[in-house]
């Protein structure tokens, strides 16, 4: 696995370039991003329009136009953004932990962590579902792509557990995500719709019921674990 999850986001920032109008331009749009996003947490993707951002970052309509040339450009923008900061904040830390189960836990904590903290605020993937489930287009299909990618993220992590001998070699991967993906729904459902007490508690106890089912018996990791060292013998 990469230490990266793949996107098509915009350009790296070039905090070095000579071309101080070129630079000044990026930071605009950055700023003007980070702007977009702390509103699309809390207003939905929906809730953006070009207007609305030059309100709250008090630039002109045009001028704010000028760097997204559209509202459905500015939304894939957040949604492109979004997976960028999800990437670096889960993925990546995540990608530090031992192959296999360890890393496939790290993965859902920090999901889970993250989740949790977006309780408030809300979670672009969660509410750009349900705004955009039936809606096909350009902005859908952004959302669609960075979605798979993390669950494919997840999916490699279920794989690798399999291989190391963690979890049964029956293990279906995709119905263990399926599984793992619908308590971090739930957690989101009860505590930022329901305001349920004790949701979190809940989704770590049923991470832990689902995993149970998969888990390899302790003496099934050991003749793997023998095997890959023999195999990487001369």
């Known amino acids: 696995m990469t230490d990266h999850l793949p996107t098509t986001s915009e350009p790296a920032r070039d905090a ?13 749009r950055a700023a003007i991003l980070d702007a977009a996003l702390a509103l699309a947490s809390h ?43 999800f990437s670096e904040e889960i993925f990546e830390p995540a990608m ?3 192959r296999g189960l360890p890393r496939f836990r790290a993965l859902f904590d920090r999901w889970f962590k993250r ?11 969660i509410s750009g579902a349900v705004e955009f489930d039936d809606r096909p287009g350009p902005v859908r299909d952004a959302l669609v792509g960075m979605v798979q990618t993390w669950h494919l993220a997840l999916v490699k992590a279920i794989d690798m557990a399999i291989e190391e001998g963690h979890l049964r070699a029956d293990t279906d991967a995709q119905q263990l995500l399926f599984e793992v993906h619908a ?9 930022r719709f329901l305001r349920r007490p004790g949701a979190d508690a809940r989704a770590r106890a049923g991470f832990e019921n689902v995993l149970s089912r998969y888990l390899a018996a302790p003496a099934a990791a050991a003749p793997r674990a023998r095997a890959k060292r023999a195999a990487k013998q001369p």
């Open 16 to 28: 070095t370039s000579p071309q101080r109008p070129l630079l000044k331009g990026r930071q605009t």
């Open 43 to 85: 207003m939905g993707l929906e809730g953006l329009s070009i207007g609305a951002l030059a309100e709250v970052t008090q630039m002109s309509k045009s001028g704010v136009f000028a760097h997204f040339g559209s509202r459905e450009e500015l939304q894939i923008s957040v949604v492109r953004e979004y997976h960028a900061q």
């Open 96 to 98: 530090a932990a031992p």
């Open 115 to 125: 989740v949790s903290v977006e309780i408030d605020a809300g979670c672009i993937y």
């Open 183 to 191: 308590l971090i729904l739930a957690l989101h459902h009860d505590a």
